[in-house]
Structures are given as structure tokens and as C-alpha cells.
């Protein structure tokens, strides 16, 4: 059984950073791996993935604020999230392959 656990959401002023982190168990760890965000009364809107060998793509409006990593050896993969902004407040939801998803972290952004 695939299980994804998100961590590491809270409540962070603008300007600050968080990181993000969604262990996977029950897979072997070399699909893609990728974030989605929903914020309240929006659909869910893709973040980034990163594949199996590293390569990695990003929303443009996250682009050069928010990095997309993974460590296979550990089966898990992160977010670190920079210069946040309220807009960014969101449910954040980690996949694997779009398959398999995780139950969600809450990042709110505000003074």
C-alpha cells in the first residue's frame, strides 16, 4: 500500500520560508514526485515536480522562489519555499505520478 505523508506546513509571515517534506512507503522511490496547492474556494493548481533522475519543472508563480528536490535514498521529497507571500496560503499536496496522493499541509501566509 502506497502511503504519502506530508510535513512541515505553518504560519509563516511574508517574506519567510518553510519547507516542505512527503515521505513515500509502500513504493519503490523512482517515479516522479511533484506538489500541488489548493487555496480555499480555488481548484487545485499544479506547484512542481521533479522527475526520477532530478530534472525539475515549476509554475511561474513559484518560479525562483520555491526549489522542488528529493532524496532517494530516503524516499522523500521537499519543497523549500521562499519569500512567501499571502497568496501562497494554501493546502499543499504531495503525489507520486499524479496517482498517489498525500493527505495535505496547511501553509498560511501572514502578518
Known amino acids: 500500500q502506497v502511503q504519502l505523508v506530508e510535513s512541515g506546513g505553518g504560519l509563516v509571515q511574508p517574506g519567510g520560508s518553510l519547507r516542505l517534506s512527503c515521505i513515500v512507503s509502500g513504493s519503490i522511490f523512482r517515479s516522479t514526485m511533484g506538489w500541488y496547492r489548493q487555496a480555499p474556494g480555488k481548484e487545485r493548481e499544479f506547484v512542481a515536480t521533479?522527475?526520477?533522475?532530478?530534472?525539475?519543472y515549476y509554475a511561474d508563480s513559484v518560479k525562483g522562489r520555491f526549489t522542488i528536490s528529493r532524496d532517494n535514498a530516503k524516499s522523500t521529497a521537499y519543497l523549500q519555499m521562499n519569500n512567501l507571500k499571502p497568496e501562497d496560503t494554501a493546502v499543499y499536496y504531495c503525489?507520486?505520478?499524479?496517482?498517489?496522493w498525500g493527505q495535505g499541509t496547511q501553509v498560511t501566509v501572514s502578518s
Open positions: 521533479v522527475s526520477r533522475n532530478g530534472g525539475t
Open positions: 503525489h507520486r505520478d499524479r496517482t498517489y
